[in-house]
């Protein structure tokens, strides 16, 4: 899957689903500190990202992300290793 289009999708769920304003997020914006989200929101997540994607992050995935590029990149990485 090309990253814009990993970029389109995840950006559309997390203003769709956990009601993030599109125009806070870009590449460098802080994740964690823009979504603003609770451990129950995570599990939400991983499960969005895991319906979309096919892949699933886990707790160590999301303590490397730090920017909205991270988060793209890490499910872009997981889809690769998936479809090795």
Known sequence: MEREKIVAIANDFLVNEF???GDEISNDANFKKTLG????DYIDLVVVI???F???LG???FKNI???DDFYS????KIAE???
Request: aromatic letters at 4%; glycine letters at 4%.
């Open 19 to 21: 009601e993030v304003d």
């Open 37 to 40: 989200l609770d451990s129950l």
């Open 50 to 52: 895991e319906s979309n």
């Open 54 to 56: 096919g892949v699933k």
């Open 59 to 61: 707790e160590t995935d």
């Open 66 to 68: 730090v920017t909205f």
């Open 74 to 77: 890490t499910i872009e990485n």
């Open 82 to 84: 998936k479809n090795k």
